[in-house]
């Protein structure tokens, strides 16, 4: 999680992160704004959102997502 904030470029697209960042939804990579916008138009981002919410349901904060 220190990485998330201190890192300087996207995980999936090398992008400059000063314009913003965020956690994937499907792993713990650190993705620009561009990225995320292609995650949401996932077939399986819906999935990845209920299990993430799931998790925290039952009091796992540190979900690692569905995929690797
Ligand atoms: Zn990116």
Do not use: W
């Given at each position: 999680?220190?990485?998330?904030?201190?890192?300087?470029?996207?995980?999936?697209?090398?992008?400059?992160?000063?314009?913003?960042?965020?956690?994937?939804m499907?792993?713990?990579?650190?993705?620009?704004?561009?990225?995320?916008?292609?995650e949401?138009?996932?077939?399986?981002?819906?999935?990845?959102?209920?299990?993430?919410?799931?998790?925290?349901?039952?009091?796992?904060?540190?979900?690692?997502?569905?995929?690797?």
């Amino acid at each position: 999680m220190d990485k998330f904030f201190t890192q300087k470029n996207c995980d999936r697209c090398g992008k400059d992160l000063s314009s913003g960042r965020i956690m994937s939804m499907f792993n713990k990579d650190c993705i620009c704004m561009d990225c995320k916008e292609k995650e949401r138009e996932d077939p399986e981002y819906k999935k990845a959102a209920d299990a993430e919410h799931e998790a925290v349901k039952r009091g796992n904060l540190n979900f690692p997502g569905i995929r690797k």
